[in-house]
């Protein structure tokens, strides 16, 4: 069971860039969700989604992009990079199921580290 | 909309004594969830320890217990007997219930230090 893979784990990308940030769950959850940490700060949301097709924004959204064509991806794009978008991205996921949330409220991947220069 | 804030940018704790993290938050939402998380160098978040809004009990995890002031929106974490290991970063989060289940606010974090 691999819980929620995030790739790369790695980037530099050149200012005005485009990328797309990749996350797979395989525990069948319904909630995803796209997070960003600035050095020594706490995360804040990007966007999150109840389910395929359905996505909303958070409290950071400007400068992202996301979809959800499958339970499982929920890919986070960023098109034209900006050095105030350096950090490092987590996406989460959780079950719909309070029994299973209250033990484990969000399954977190291992964070992508992003540079823009 | 929720906010959380801690207090203590860092702190610092001598082996086998006790730590106390400072964490206060506001909403006007009666159905929710705090946490703990751990955040050490290799970034993963681990999940230290929950309490739902609705129990009085204070939530225990071994080591870890902390102190949950409803009305004074309080909510701190103890960590007796610290460890090594026990040095991270420490984030105190906050999940309303209903349509807002799952999204985590986060506190700005307490980087903690543990002094052999």
């Known amino acids: 069971n691999a819980g929620v893979t995030q790739t790369p784990k790695f980037r530099i990308l050149k200012i005005g860039q485009s990328m797309t940030l990749q996350c797979t769950q395989d525990?069948?959850?319904?909630?995803m969700y796209w997070y960003r940490q600035d050095p020594g700060m706490g995360l804040k949301l990007i966007y999150y989604s109840v389910g395929a097709g359905i996505t909303d924004k958070g409290e950071v959204p400007n400068g992202y992009n996301v979809s959800r064509s499958t339970t499982e991806d929920f890919p986070l794009r960023l098109e034209l990079a900006a050095p105030s978008q350096t950090s490092v991205y987590f996406c989460?996921?959780?079950?719909?199921?309070?029994?299973?949330?209250?033990?484990?409220?969000?399954?977190f991947g291992d964070g992508t580290r992003l540079s823009i220069l | 909309a929720q906010t959380v804030t801690q207090s203590q940018p860092e702190m610092s704790v001598q082996e086998a004594e006790t730590v106390t993290l400072s964490c206060t938050y506001d909403?006007?939402?009666?159905?929710?969830?705090l946490f703990w998380y751990k955040q050490p160098p290799s970034r993963q978040m681990i999940l230290v320890i929950r309490q739902e809004a609705y129990k009085q009990q204070n939530a225990t995890e071994n080591r870890f217990s902390v102190n949950f002031q409803k009305a004074a929106k309080s909510f701190s974490l103890k960590i007796s007997d610290s460890q090594l290991g026990d040095a991270a970063m420490y984030f105190c989060?906050?999940?309303?219930?209903?349509?807002?289940?799952?999204?985590?606010?986060f506190g700005q974090g307490t980087i903690l230090t543990v002094h052999p």
């Open positions: 909403t006007s939402e009666s159905d929710y969830y």
């Open positions: 989060a906050f999940t309303a219930g209903g349509t807002s289940y799952g999204k985590l606010t």
């Open positions: 989460a996921s959780t079950s719909l199921d309070r029994a299973e949330y209250s033990n484990q409220p969000q399954h």
């Open positions: 525990m069948n959850h319904n909630y």
